[in-house]
């Protein structure tokens, strides 16, 4: 069995300077390459915007650094082009999870003559989701394209007889001791039969099969063995002991070191400092009376799409305004589930489109100069996911998990720019949520 690789976690809190260390730690290694010199990058990075900022922070300091350029192949041009001539490059997380099997054959083929260095800002996707069609042109046409780039594997069919016949027949082992619901593949010949095709699925992922709703899921994940393909794995984030990728390395058993960033932004220095954002004194979160406030579940993604009727929304809509109206149009940013924001657009009071953020967005500067932030959403675990990693043995955090979501949308905003003084007022309905963030701030 191969050796675990370490994964070094830099956890510190959003504007503590994790990517200008970065810049600096790859500045200082790269720069000068020798002839005799094997040691190469790749750096994952959420957006394309921020990618190509920090190649050209990069190449001013003297480092190589390129990018797959083509709209279409751009993983092919990754494998067959950029990691076999020794480029330093930069991937977003989408382009990670099509080509990871890939990298992983590349880097680790015979006499490849370069060590690359992994580094990831942000947290991976670890988790792979089988996806069926749903009616919606848009979301299929997508979907079609994942299917062809060999993203998704449509196994979704596959019964538990199906699987306790590809164990008679020798092609699959059904757990241990120590991971009852893991699923591993055997080297095998054709057997002549329809599971023959899905040969490649049990290699490429590391595969549970779990029930829900009496009914055998297969839920899969990025291989533990991919991360040995790298001479390092930095990955830099918060909270992140309250992550999927948390209970992913302790199921997976691959040992996490956590790092911080030092005072002068130039390094990450081994060891976990619990330290909050900077700038919490300027934060207001403005009083809610309790007839507008929305209680327990209410403002989540199944009330959103099962239980709001018309008049909820118009009165969301009406409690939103109510306090967006206050504020100059481009100091509001604001969010929503992306199937309510037709729903709530408020042009007249500064919810527009141009205001709007997605609630899950990552690693972004664009809305620094945001002031009055309407938090439209009570970010809760999805109850399958929940019960798959209570099922699997690490239970998530589902509060605090909920809390890292909101804190990272909230500092999106102007509370992240150090030196600036102003106040950032906090519009946070969901009483839940509301309730989570205020006892964070006075711990």
Known sequence: MKEKKEI??????????????LMHILGEKYSQFKDDHKERFICVSPYIKEIETNMERLKGMGVNVTQPTRERGKGKELIGNLLPHGENVFITH?????????IYDTLTAPNFPYKYSLFIDEEPTVLQELQEKTGDSE??????????SGLYVPVENLSEKDLDNMEALGLLLKGTKDSPHRLYTNPYDNTGTIYDSFRDFFKRYDVYGIKQDNKLKLKYFIPADFWSCFD???????????????????LSHLPITFYHVNEDMTAFIEGLKRDKPKGLERMIVEPIPDSKSYKGYELSYSWYHQKATQKDIKRLKDTMSSFSRLYKSDKILWTTFKDAERKLTNGNKGLTKNNFLAH?????????????ILYGVNKCLNPFTANLWKTLGQPIDADNWSLSLLIQFVWRSNIRVHDSNSPIHL???????????????EE
């Not at 390092?232 to 302790?250: G, L, P, Q």
């Open 8 to 21: 070094r976690i830099v956890d510190a809190p959003t504007g503590a300077g994790k990517t200008t260390a």
């Open 139 to 148: 979301t299929d046409s997508k979907l079609d394209r994942l299917l062809s």
């Open 427 to 441: 519009y946070l309905p969901s009483e839940r949520m509301r309730n989570l963030f205020t006892q964070w701030l």
């Open 94 to 102: 989408e382009l990670l999870q099509r080509s990871f099997s890939h």
């Open 232 to 250: 390092t794995v930095t990955i830099m984030s918060y909270r992140t002991e309250y992550s999927f990728f948390n209970a992913y390395c302790n």
């Open 360 to 372: 899950n967005a990552l690693a972004t500067n664009d809305y620094d100069s945001k002031t009055a």
